[in-house]
């Protein structure tokens, strides 16, 4: 059972012995708060992973949504954002010890309309711990509406909980659209422009439109056929027309929230106008929804769509993978730039998904997830920066390495993620998809590699340019990185480090699971 | 009428003569009212569809309805919990009502209309369905012109009623046509005996429906229009209209169902693109009623032996899902008007009154009107894929705007002062109550499915 504090307004000051804090800005700056706050994650998550004794796959995967409720309940009487963070960590801890369960890969979880196993488990465990990194970043960002902000932040961390352990596609389907309305408000309402309206909308409408091309499919299943559930759906012997159609009309909205260009441009606009830790959780967790679906739902149900469209799918994702690099070295804006970044990254994920092998579609999942944590701490340090300045331009900023030097070994190794160098998870995710799709197409392997080039050329200029060099005026009165800072981006920086390390165990700790999702389908 | 519809109308008129007359200043009789007017409608849609469960469960034919189209599953909803539905909405209306301070006239006027809507479901001779539906045309006309100084107001009115009046018109001579043709009143002869009088009534229907290619009117008409008014026009009153679609258009389908077929398509198109360049929520509903409109005429057309669980089913979610959002913005919005432009800060202080309300008629998933699209789309399915896909896909531009439409009261930018209602106004608890009678009325008709 989560203990909650109870938090007075001098009792953080009075923790560190600094009196005359106030409660806004004590929490923010105290060291001993996040760090405890942190401590009793890791020591929870770990101890329970070591000990085996994990929380039951039942109760955990529904504690993320449990805290969203209990949340405005909680917030009455307490500081929003150290409540939401409690929340988030006691449910993250739960969650993510659940994925952690060493049982999965070989016998997965599954009652109740929900499933653990090798396929949702590192989604789920992303999504326990990017969670509550969101709210940690947001203590020193946020500063208006806290109360209805933590509860959206809260509220998309139990939706995309269950999204990744739902076995029914049409539960799957509403609570995917469902992930747009707090984001939609999140983007609109916190932004800190006037134009973030725009991009609120105009994210609200390429993922809602691209959804209405699953629910012609839903129907035939729901009401045509009897039930969407995925283990069904696996067994049932669909035509081939039917498949190649379904999976073909299916593939659309997934398409468009991974994003594959053309169906990018509501990307880079959210994530200029949302505020810092909402391009987090944009970049970090709910692209990912997009390609989960191809692993849980779209190849399992519809194998023969997926081979039928392999070949055209994976030419879109490497021009994908391409165009948007090539976008990404001529932008001006930081953010900008990492969001194309982010498109490149999915599109080579795009091509791991539709390459039809089990490497692959392990060096996808595992793609995702490593990107989940380098692009959330590299939009984490943006938004460092423009706190700071104001200004997310590149060629406002220079000398960083000298004034902010811890900040700038964090980046650096957040850059290293993005231009998958070896020993980040970023590249271990890369290997394994171009080792898969090497089996099927030498030919594309190279062209996706082609990407590791482009991306070793924005990553490298833009932190050269921001953190090398003659200090530029703008940045003379500096402050380093506060200690909640650190910590967000230090999580980040740890886990693609860490996700860099256990590549290999992933592969083959996962390898039956995906060997089932790809071939478990046919029928005989 | 049976004594307990008798009651439900008094009831009804207690509820609007609280909402027009004492407004919140009288909040405890004005709620009392309301849920008086609730159980008297839940009441009444009992008692309606226990009569036309009695049809269906005894299998055989009812003499107006010998095919089974009236009947609905064993044990299922039929047409009769329309009646209810009506009757909810009406209440809603005088929620709407509640924003303003409406003259006395309205009370009388407002109740004539819905009352004469009530008799439409129970009459079967052309000739009182002809003076009813009159009534309640007339009714609206002199809603629509109430405030003769408002230039824009008697514009909309004038065209209404010459546009009205013209089809009343052909409306008559069509039934003197059948008249002279099967020597008999009987709607359900005349429908049975007379496919091109029943198209002709068909036509007449889809006008005062507002369906393509007769929706032209309704956008001019209800864009002046103050939020109670608009209300009632947009709910209540258009109830009964697709209750006598659905009792002609069977018959009248039958030879020329392609044309029907036609215009639901064509409706879907016309009201999607000219409700996205709208600037005002009377005109928005307009052009959403032409949408939904089709979507309702493909309903009729693909589904006719369902007992009509389709066709009430997503009545029932577009036209709550619109007074919704009609009353949801005349409550928590301090302002008189239905330009969108005004509408900053509306949801401010009730931002998920607002999104809620607009995103639920976008039929959106997690909302009420997502189960209505899935419903809608079951019972198009008989046409294939391609009508399938078709609808899907221009349902979207209505989505679209309607996000819009949050969009304008969640982000837009004023100087304006907001003094939004305190969360127990007596006006906020009993949409509360509506809503939930609402949601009581909908479980309940899931469940006999």
Known sequence: MLALPRVSPDGFAAAVGRPGWSA????????????????????FLGGVTHTGVTPPAGVALWAPAAAALVYPVAVRTRPAGPVALWLSLGAGALAGAAALDPDLARTGWAAGGLTLDAVGAPYVFLTATVTPLVVLASLESVRRGERVYYGWVLLLGGLLTLCFSVSNFLVFYVLFEALGFPMFLLVGQYGPRPQRVAAAYKFFVYTFAGAAAVLPVLVYLQFGWGTAEVGALRVHQFTEYEQVVFFGLCAVPFA???PLVPFHLWLPEAHVEAPTPVSMLLAGLLLKTGGYAFVRFLLPAFPAGGYTWGPAAAAAGVFSALAAAAYAVVQVDMKRMIAYASVSHMGVVFVGLLGGTPLGLQGATYLMVAHGYTSAGLFAGIGVL????????????????GVMPGFGVLFFVLTLGNLSFPLTGGFAGEFMVLSGVAHRNFGVTLAVGATVFVGLVYSVWLFNRVFYGGVAAGVRTHQEATPVEVGVLGWCAGWTLLTGWFGGAFVGYSHGCYLGVLHGGIPG | MTPLEAGVLGGGLLFFVAAVGWTPPVGTLWLGATLAALAGAALAGGAANATLAGWSTAGAAHPADPV???AGPVGGPAWGDLKFVCLLLFALAGVAYLAGRPPAETLVVGTTAVAAGLLTFATDNL?????????????????????????????????YLLSGSLVSGFMLLGFARGYGANGTFQLFEFTRDDPVGSAWLVGMILFKAGVFPFHFWSPVVYAPLEWGTLALVVGATKVNLWYLLGRTVAAA???VWWALWWVGLASVVAGSVGGYFQTNVG??????GAVNGGYLVLLLLGTPRDGGFALG???GVYLGGTLALVVGLSVFGDTQTTWFTTWSKLGVTYPLAVYYAALNLGGLPVFPGFAGKLVLLWGIAPFGLATLAFVVGSSVAPAVYYVATAGAALFGYTDREVNPPHPVHPVAAATAAVTAGAAVGTVGALAGV
């Open chain 1, 24 to 43: 806004r800005r004590g929490y923010r700056q105290n060291y001993f708060f996040w760090w405890f706050h942190l401590g009793w994650f890791f020591l």
């Open chain 2, 283 to 288: 005109s928005l509903l307009g052009y959403s």
């Open chain 2, 68 to 70: 089974g189209y009236l």
């Open chain 1, 386 to 401: 423009y706190d700071r300045y104001h200004t997310r331009v590149v060629r406002r900023y220079g000398g960083l390495a």
């Open chain 2, 313 to 315: 089913y997503y009545t």
């Open chain 2, 253 to 255: 389908a039958a030879p």
């Open chain 1, 256 to 258: 468009v929230k991974v």
């Open chain 2, 127 to 159: 000739v009182s369905l002809y003076l009813t539906l009159e009534l309640q045309a007339l009714s609206l006309y002199t809603l629509a012109g109430l405030y003769k100084f408002d230039e824009e107001r008697t514009d909309g009115a004038v065209r």
